[in-house]
């Protein structure tokens, strides 16, 4: 058995360097969505409980479309990057790297029919 010193122990085993980016998108996205969320809400208010021509007619608008499309995507990417930290702190193994790869691919492509439905309804 090899002498090691700690330091020589723990050696590769610290931060990835990636906890504080992850940390400050986040941060930012979160700060997004507190600007979004209510333009979103008083913005798809207007069109609810209207009928079908008149809700494509306000979605053809460039505000509401532009509102509910950042909204889309802002909060799948907020909902990915928040349950990637949730998966990383409590699933162990090789189920962890299948739970991140489902997950993104299940918050991402969820963005993309959003967007896809939303483009369909503008245009």
Do not use: N
């Not at 050696?11 to 507190?34: D, E, F, K, M, P």
């Not at 069109?47 to 509401?64: D, I, K, M, N």
């Not at 990915?80 to 409590?90: N, R």
């Amino acid at each position: 058995m090899a002498y090691l010193t700690d330091r020589k122990r723990v050696s590769g085993l610290g931060s990835a360097g990636s906890g504080t980016t992850h940390h400050w998108h986040q941060t930012v996205l979160s700060a997004a969505l507190v600007i979004l969320v209510p333009l979103f809400v008083f913005t798809f208010g207007a069109a609810l409980g209207e009928p079908w021509p008149e809700v494509v007619a306000y979605y053809s608008r460039p505000f509401p479309a532009l509102v509910a499309l950042l909204t889309l995507v802002v909060g799948w990417i907020h909902f990915a990057k928040g349950v990637q930290v949730l998966i990383e702190d409590y699933v162990p193994g090789t189920a962890r790297k299948v739970a991140i790869v489902a997950t993104t691919c299940l918050s991402y492509g969820a963005a993309l029919i959003g967007v896809y439905a939303l483009i369909r309804l503008a245009l």
